[in-house]
């Protein structure tokens, strides 16, 4: 008797709407740390395929959020003082990039279990826009600086029981190098231009991420 395996529905059979070109610039910001095979980069939700579950999971495995609450609490941490406060006692700089990615990261995140409606977690993406877009000049400048902040925390890490959690710092930049490629035409930040942000929003087609 044959066994049928029933795959979870592409995400664009629950969200068939592309993002508008500054939807898809706030989405963005979290580009650096969707490294995963099924990462969705150009959607507010985070994977290529539904799957709820999986994104209660990450939160709690990783942040240790399990309500609400909590990730309210941890988004507004990240938001006002986040780990670049450590970056610049140790560095001298505020790597703002490394907060933010992580930010929408989880806000996506938290949307995708059901922590935060579609139209709270738009809200929470767009109240960092203007500090964003008024620290940096380019997605080149978005990216060096989120590489600075991962340096400092995954130094952090160094004599701890989570020294080994964070990819080899090979795949981060290999992941940046790939992102930053004029040549790559489903990167979403040549989709979505560093300066987009400043212009009127304008509806795109919608493409299929590769």
Excluded at 40 to 52: A, G, H, M
Excluded at 162 to 175: C, G
Excluded at 186 to 210: F, K, V, Y
Aim: aromatic share 10%.
């Amino acid at each position: 008797m044959a066994i049928w395996k029933w795959s979870k529905p592409r995400v664009e059979s629950k969200y068939p709407t592309p993002l508008t070109m500054h939807q898809l610039w706030m989405v963005s910001l979290s580009a650096p740390v969707s490294r995963d095979k099924d990462a969705s980069r150009t959607t507010l939700y985070p994977f290529t395929r539904v799957d709820d579950g999986k994104a209660e999971k990450w939160l709690a495995d990783q942040w240790e959020i399990t309500a609400p609450e909590q990730l309210l609490g941890r988004l507004g941490g990240l938001a006002s003082t986040g780990y670049r406060a450590m970056a610049r006692r140790r560095t001298g700089v505020a790597p703002l990039a490394w907060d933010i990615a992580l930010y929408v990261d989880i806000s996506r995140r938290g949307f995708a279990c059901g922590m935060l409606s579609e139209a709270d977690t738009w809200n929470r993406l767009k109240n960092v826009v203007p500090t964003v877009a008024g620290t940096y000049a380019s997605w080149k400048e978005y990216a060096d600086h989120y590489l600075l902040g991962r340096q400092v925390w995954q130094d952090s890490l160094r004599g701890t029981d989570d020294q080994n959690f964070p990819a080899p710092q090979a795949a981060s930049d290999a992941h940046l190098q790939a992102l930053l490629d004029p040549a790559n035409r489903t990167s979403p930040w040549n989709l979505a231009p560093w300066e987009a942000i400043s212009h009127p929003d304008q509806a795109r087609t919608a493409r299929r991420q590769g």
